[in-house]
T-cell receptor
Framework: GAVVSQHPSWVICKSGTSVKIECRSLDFQATTMFWYRQFPKQSLMLMATSNEGSKATYEQGVEKDKFLINHASLTLSTLTVTSAHPEDSSFYIC??????????????FGPGTRLTVT | AQSVTQLDSQVPVFEEAPVELRCNYSSSVSVYLFWYVQYPNQGLQLLLKYLSGSTLVKGINGFEAEFNKSQTSFHLRKPSVHISDTAEYFCAVSEGDGNKLVFGAGTILRVKS
């Protein structure tokens, strides 16, 4: 149980275009979903926290107009990288927290999406 | 603010040898501690977590970690490693409701035959 999927697993786009990445909790409802960014050989950096039906909370330094997050349902959150540039190339990972009371400390991670902007 | 330090960026070890991956954290409040493993081009998988209670925590794949509050450490250990344990290991900490995770820089464990 507690499987999180991401789509696509990898994407190449041209500079100036927008890319949407989906994060789905397959067998549980997720109150909260998180979006992380991981540069090569570096750790995960939290970009934003999204709760179903409300606006995402962005970490300091993350441009909310560039990284649009929509958490439309309890099983789906999307991250749209708008007007992508080569410096946005990275590995994007989402995680989800179950609704259950004891689940506040569990984050289940998706397999990640590798974005390359040319 | 919280921070996590993983002192070793890479740890090479021979198969069947014991291993310890070090993790220290800084926080002004009580914390919850986690170890995750990441295989190449994959997401993170939870190895183990400390929320409260016994300071020795056992996880999957034969790993265990010990929470030491006085030394603000949460080192990960395995008595005998396998080739399949080769991966990157991340220590993470959260405060309060345990939702936001702060990750260390990661330690690459390379198991050699």
């Amino acid at each position: 149980g507690a499987v999180v999927s991401q789509h696509p697993s990898w994407v190449i786009c041209k500079s100036g275009t927008s890319v949407k990445i989906e994060c789905r909790s397959l067998d549980f409802q997720a109150t909260t979903m998180f979006w992380y960014r991981q540069f090569p050989k570096q750790s995960l950096m939290l970009m934003a926290t999204s709760n179903e039906g409300s606006k995402a909370t962005y970490e300091q330094g993350v441009e909310k107009d560039k990284f649009l997050i929509n958490h439309a349902s309890l099983t789906l959150s999307t991250l749209t990288v708008t007007s992508a540039h080569p410096e946005d190339s990275s590995f994007y990972i989402c995680s989800a927290t179950p609704n259950s009371a004891g689940g506040a400390y569990e984050q289940y991670f998706g397999p990640g999406t590798r974005l390359t902007v040319t | 603010a919280q921070s996590v330090t993983q002192l070793d960026s890479q740890v090479p070890v021979f198969e069947e040898a014991p291993v310890e991956l070090r993790c220290n954290y800084s926080s002004s409040v009580s914390v919850y501690l986690f170890w995750y493993v990441q295989y190449p081009n994959q997401g993170l998988q939870l190895l183990l977590k400390y929320l409260s209670g016994s300071t020795l925590v056992k996880g999957i794949n034969g790993f265990e970690a010990e929470f030491n509050k006085s030394q603000t450490s949460f080192h990960l250990r395995k008595p005998s490693v396998h080739i399949s344990d080769t991966a990157e290991y991340f220590c993470a900490v959260s405060e309060g409701d345990g939702n936001k995770l702060v990750f260390g820089a990661g330690t690459i464990l390379r198991v050699k035959s």
